[in-house]
């Protein structure tokens, strides 16, 4: 009977975890794609010219984001919190997102502008990108003095940002197949809108593990 119990509860602890990295495999796939593209030399397109001619910030944008989104997913694990694998998986998670984080936000400041990206996209991009990286310097601040609660909330916000380009994809897939290609405007606000669900679901996960005992 214990093992019977036992079997669903570990399940569902593994739950988050495995929806968030498997969810993570979008951006994760398309960013192993884009640094084919710049080894093998192209194809260069309108789009893609501003990364070949400049390929470092986003290979350290690729890189980061997919250590951050990959590993950063079991630290969701009730499991692993209580073990020395959290404490050290964090010293690499943390970097990897604040990297990410500040090569986003480089790219969004000086990176020519390809067609379709528009002020407002741009804006979204700064804000959310911003944000992610201060959420990342408060959830450390807050582990160093030791509040667990604090250290949680941060983080989760800043993986749920971190990992937008996923709800970015299927939002706009929607869209594509319900609408049509979006506009300038319409393709800023399914971007920013997928940055404000994810946040949203960043506070339930926020409120039930909160609910729970660490």
């Not at 692993?80 to 943390?94: E, M, N, Q, S, T």
């Not at 709800?167 to 997928?194: D, F, K």
Request: net charge positive; proline share 6%; charged share 15%.
């Amino acid at each position: 009977m214990t093992t019977t119990v036992s079997r669903p509860t570990t399940r569902r602890r593994w739950l988050v975890p495995a929806v968030l990295i498997t969810f993570s495999a979008i951006p994760v796939t398309a960013g192993i794609v884009r640094v084919g593209q710049l080894v093998a030399g192209g194809p260069i397109t309108e789009e893609s010219a501003r990364f070949f001619a400049s390929p470092v910030p986003l290979i350290l944008h690729i890189v980061g984001a997919t250590t951050f989104t990959v590993l950063g997913g079991f630290q969701f694990s009730r499991s692993l919190r209580r073990h020395r694998w959290h404490r050290v998986a964090g010293r690499i998670v943390i970097p990897a997102g604040l990297v990410a984080a500040a090569a986003a936000l480089w790219m969004a400041l000086f990176y020519p502008k390809p067609p379709g990206d528009g002020a407002l996209l741009e804006v979204f991009r700064l804000v959310f990108g911003t944000f992610m990286f201060v959420a990342l310097v408060l959830g450390y601040q807050a582990i160093r003095r030791h509040d667990v609660s604090a250290h949680r909330a941060w983080l989760t916000r800043a993986y749920l940002v971190g990992i937008g380009a996923d709800t970015q994809a299927v939002l706009t897939g929607i869209y594509v197949g319900a609408v049509g290609q979006p506009g300038v405007t319409a393709r800023a606000l399914l971007l920013g809108g997928a940055w404000v669900l994810n946040l949203a679901v960043a506070e339930v996960i926020i409120h039930r593990m909160r609910r729970r005992t660490p």
